[in-house]
């Protein structure tokens, strides 16, 4: 199975690694919190690594707040904890040696469940994904999905994430059959990726299938060019949010309670198709 759990994360050790970015805050509902250094490197306080530019789980909306279903999630999460929720916006390249370099308590941000990942952060699972393609109106090349109609194409995705490892696996299994290598553009923001394929330059773009499915349910006006060869290309795998490895064991009450699965449900039931 290629896909992976979306999961919150947490860290192993301390490296020199991590970027600079904008955070918001979000003030917690009240009531004593029930976490404290060093479970969280602030008093008062839970920041998340996330890189809000993939809707519908996080972006910013109008008014430049963040939102999507893992905002929500990430300030339910806080609100139980009695804390503020803290989003720093961080390259999905580095989010996970951001959070290793106690940046940041926690990864919001599709982060996929993988055995490379574990053994640097813990993860707790909330919601399956997977990943699609995206194409010109009429599919002009005859996409049919993450697969041997790519060959020889251009292919834009974001940077370090599972739809870039998919493209290069396939890209390698077209040179092997004999037929010419994907060329493959990659991105340190996802909307980037998708406005090389709206612009003309790359011939598909890949993402998660809940990324895709927002783009393809905004108006006509707002996306006239693209359509999906296929909903989604392979069986839905888990996502999780990551915590500190060995770390704290606080992302679970939202789990638990129900509210993560209502979240998420109440956001995709917006997307379907």
Known sequence: MHGRIFAMAAALSLT???????????????????VAPPAVIKDGEIVYCSDISAPPLEFYDKNKKPSGADVEIGEALAARLGVAAVWRNTKFASIIPTLVAKQCDAILSQLYIKPERERVVDFVPYMYSGQSILVAKANPRRVTGLDESLCGLTASTLISTTAAARLEDQSKKCEAAGKPAIKLTRFDQDIAALQELALGRSQAYATTSETAAYYMGRSPASSPSLESPSTRSRPVSPCARATPRCGARWPRPCT?????????????SGISR
């Open 16 to 34: 020199a690694c991590g970027t600079a970015a904008k955070t918001e805050t979000v003030a917690p509902a009240g009531g004593k919190a029930m």
């Open 256 to 268: 638990r309670s129900g509210r993560t699965g209502r979240t998420t449900r109440s956001w995709r």
